[in-house]
């Protein structure tokens, strides 16, 4: 399974952007890249999913470089309710498989 | 509301007893995959099914089972439970065509004694 890079964690303001990068550089042609996140105590909860084009919906957009070997998740106001664990997961398969990361920890400091 | 739903939320037992893990969805989704998370690692996969009757290996399958006899259920068995089974348990389903986005439970807390 093709692997992502994520930083460890990172740190955003409230009410200010965010943009969360993921390295992908061994994705292959049919892999979507998928991001969830997981706010404390809870499950995981889908973000946003893309396979080539930029994608934008209700909780966040997703950029994807040109040559997909990278992706960013961009919050376009962060608040405090977005303080959690991002995961880039590459793949969806033929039905779904999701290989989970360590993820990148983000905290919104008010 | 369609929802996924785990029971119980919280369980200890002794090594060595079967434990089983209850995961119930009404979103009358195809899919179906049951995680561990230990502190400070993402999410790992023990079992998942496509559809009745059909069960699959995850990544980390030594020591567990599960059995898909309907549509809505897909309980996790932990045949004799081990210290080192000891994790936060997610169950997950999904729908066949729109499979990329999968909805998680709320998770069962297991401490194996």
């Known amino acids: 399974d093709a692997k992502t890079t994520q930083p460890n964690s990172m740190e955003s303001n409230e009410e200010e952007p965010v943009h969360l990068p993921c390295n992908h550089s061994?994705?292959?042609?049919?892999?979507?890249i998928h991001w969830y996140r997981q706010l404390p105590s809870q499950g995981p909860e889908y973000v946003i999913h893309?396979?080539?084009s930029n994608v934008n919906n209700r909780m966040a957009s997703l950029a994807i470089a040109e040559d997909r070997k990278s992706s960013t998740l961009i919050l376009h106001r962060a608040t405090l309710r977005d303080a959690a664990v991002y995961y880039c997961?590459?793949?969806?398969?033929?039905?779904?498989?999701?290989?989970f990361g360590k993820g990148t920890k983000l905290s919104v400091k008010p | 509301d369609a929802e996924i739903t785990q029971s119980p939320r919280h369980k200890i037992t002794e090594t060595g007893r079967q434990v089983t893990l209850a995961c119930h969805q009404t979103?009358?989704?195809?899919?179906m995959f049951w995680y561990r998370q230990d502190l400070g690692h993402g999410l790992r996969l023990i079992h998942y099914?496509?559809?009745?009757?059909?069960?699959n290996k995850g990544e980390v399958s030594d020591g567990y089972s599960v059995s898909r006899s309907n549509t809505e259920d897909l309980p996790l068995t932990l045949e004799s439970a081990a210290s080192s089974q000891t994790s936060v348990y997610f169950c997950?389903?999904?729908?066949?065509?729109?499979?990329?986005?999968?909805?998680f439970g709320p998770g069962t807390r297991l401490t194996v004694l």
């Open positions: 997950a389903s999904g729908d066949r065509v729109r499979r990329n986005e999968q909805f």
């Open positions: 061994t994705i292959s042609g049919t892999d979507y």
């Open positions: 893309g396979l080539t």
């Open positions: 997961i590459l793949g969806g398969g033929s039905q779904g498989n999701l290989i």
């Open positions: 979103w009358n989704h195809n899919n």
């Open positions: 099914s496509y559809g009745v009757q059909d069960t």
